[in-house]
Nanobody, 115 residues
């Protein structure tokens, strides 16, 4: 099956920015639903953003206006641009993809927002 590889997590101060990348291999992203999910220790999984192609984009309320999900079909990469980061954004971020052939998960990347 396909594979997703995440990168971009880092330690950042409140108000800072990060760009997370989710690179796909073994399948194409053109018509694939891509979801960013985060889970912090002791907390439940939380859907952050989702997109499929250029339509049906969804953002969790707490990240609207701050996060942007976008896809580069040529590079087979989906990015999550995160601006004005807050302490509450601290979490492990995972990407998930689903197409007609199966489900795919990234390994997760740690985002820590701390002053």
């Amino acid at each position: 099956q396909g594979q997703l590889v995440e990168s971009g997590g880092d330690l950042v101060q409140p108000g800072g920015s990060l760009t997370l990348s989710c690179k796909a291999s073994g399948f194409t992203l053109d018509d694939t639903a891509i979801t960013w999910i985060r889970q912090a220790p002791g907390k439940e999984r939380e859907l952050v953003a989702r997109t499929q192609g250029s339509a049906n984009t969804f953002y969790e309320d707490s990240v609207k206006g701050r996060f942007t999900i976008s896809g580069d079909f040529v590079k087979h990469t989906v990015t999550l641009q995160m601006n004005n980061l807050k302490f509450e954004d601290t979490s492990v971020y995972y990407c998930h993809a689903q197409d007609a052939n199966g489900h795919y998960w990234g390994q997760g990347t740690q985002v820590t927002v701390s002053s």
